[in-house]
Nanobody, 118 residues
Framework: QVQLVESGGGLVQAGGSLRLSCAAS????????MGWYRQVPGKRRELVAT???????NYADSIKGRFTISRDNAKNTVYLQMNSLKPEDTAVYYC????????????WGQGTQVTVSS
């Protein structure tokens, strides 16, 4: 079991920045692979970025060059630095953890709202 708690969401103007944090606890072997996803009402949850325990990253095309994912393994925390935010980035952002990229077993945080005003 892994418990995930997100923080850092809020309201920001277009062009601004936010940093999301996700603190993990529990069986950290189940959190080798962590990531951020986002969802808007009526749409499917979509991948934003992922990171392995060793620091390997993957980004959605829509946020490349603007968002950066990182993790502090000593603190069991993953971050999402979001710069040059756009109104279309408005969504609930969810932290995800799983043992590997292909694991069918995964864990989700409760989500944090990010709203970007134009």
């Amino acid at each position: 079991q892994v418990q995930l708690v997100e923080s850092g969401g809020g309201l920001v103007q277009a062009g601004g920045s936010l940093r999301l944090s996700c603190a993990a606890s529990g069986n950290m072997f189940s959190a080798n692979y962590m990531g951020w996803y986002r969802q808007v009402p009526g749409k499917r949850r979509e991948l934003v970025a992922t990171i392995t325990r060793g620091g390997g990253t993957n980004y959605a095309d829509s946020i490349k060059g603007r968002f950066t994912i990182s993790r502090d393994n000593a603190k069991n925390t993953v971050y999402l630095q979001m710069n040059s935010l756009k109104p279309e980035d408005t969504a609930v952002y969810y932290c995800n953890a799983r043992p590997s990229a292909y694991s069918v077993l995964d864990y989700w945080g409760q989500g944090t709202q990010v709203t970007v005003s134009s």
